[in-house]
């Protein structure tokens, strides 16, 4: 976002989702993303979702 110069609400606005929960996908607090959300996102940010999003394990999930 900082890249683009676009902040949060105007992304938000732009992707139709409410800045709360764009608030939560950027924080890393979100358990799931709909691919159309993340479409939106990288549409928007013109990037790939590799750019955006990593993997890392739950904390206590189990083996």
Do not use: H
């Not at 976002?1 to 606005?13: C, N, Q, T, V, Y």
């Amino acid at each position: 976002m900082a890249k683009r110069k676009i902040s949060l609400g105007d992304l938000a606005e732009r992707v139709d989702i409410t800045p709360a929960n764009l608030s939560i996908l950027k924080n890393g607090k979100a358990k799931a993303v709909r691919f159309s959300t993340l479409e939106a996102i990288c549409r928007e940010l013109d990037c790939q979702p590799g750019d955006i999003i990593e993997y890392r394990p739950e904390e206590n999930s189990e083996k």
